[in-house]
């Protein structure tokens, strides 16, 4: 009898991670196609780079601001505004023209259509903080101290970007309503986790907001990892928040996106 309830479990086991495998290669498809789909339309360089480009060069015209800050920011920012663009319209774009159904009625849960398209805009946050970070660091004159660490804090913070973006976009009815609430979310954020000023310098009740906002935990984990003075609990913190982030935002896009198709 013992036997058969381990062969039984091992059964089980394997039909989950069976299960679960599928689904991750369906959500890669998705995320191929929206990465065809949606890449290289203009507002999601527009909001991906010139904005926080601009912003960096608001912040560095006063000459104070310390680069390893600048550089942890404006690459948090960059990773922030492209994937919170692209998932504004993966989504709200595609119910308008009718082709989100095509996906409701193929042999896939919402949770995996709704990583599917996460996925998507992490992999353009990549791109973006790999085409910032890196030529930002030599223009300023940064070392990146731990260049393995900061690309997982680049990977972790880039899929509870587009994880956060994804809920604009299943909530809104029209690619305009989607990008006014990204703004809504972004901008706040962008001026509250110390991106370009140092969190410690915050009066503490901000700072206390700040610990509500991936961003902080972005800009915070980028910036032990170029200055070299990584602390390995404070940078495992700041990954689990960052991971935690994205299975709330995740878990909230799902239950928007069932709410909405009821």
Known sequence: MSWQLKKNKARRLQTLVKSWTDSLVKAFYIALKDARVYYFKAPNFTFGLLIP?????????AGNVSPVLIVAGLSSLAMLFGTTS????AVVLEKQTGTFDRLL???????TIILGKTIAGFLFGLILAGITIFPLAALSGVTVMNPLLA???????????????IITSVYANWVPDAQMYSNFLRFPM?????????LETYPFQLQVVARFLPLTY????????????????IYVIDIAALFLFTLVFLAIATAVLKKRLA
């Open 151 to 165: 690309v997982i804090a680049i990977a972790f913070a880039s899929m509870a970007f587009s994880a956060l973006g």
């Open 105 to 111: 009625v193929a042999p896939v849960s919402l949770f």
């Open 86 to 89: 692209i998932e504004a319209v």
């Open 53 to 61: 480009v601009a912003l960096y060069l608001a912040f560095s015209m």
């Open 218 to 233: 972005s800009v915070e984990a980028l910036r032990s990892c170029i200055s070299n003075s990584a602390v390995a609990n």
């Open 190 to 198: 962008a001026f509250l986790s110390g991106t370009f000023i140092a």
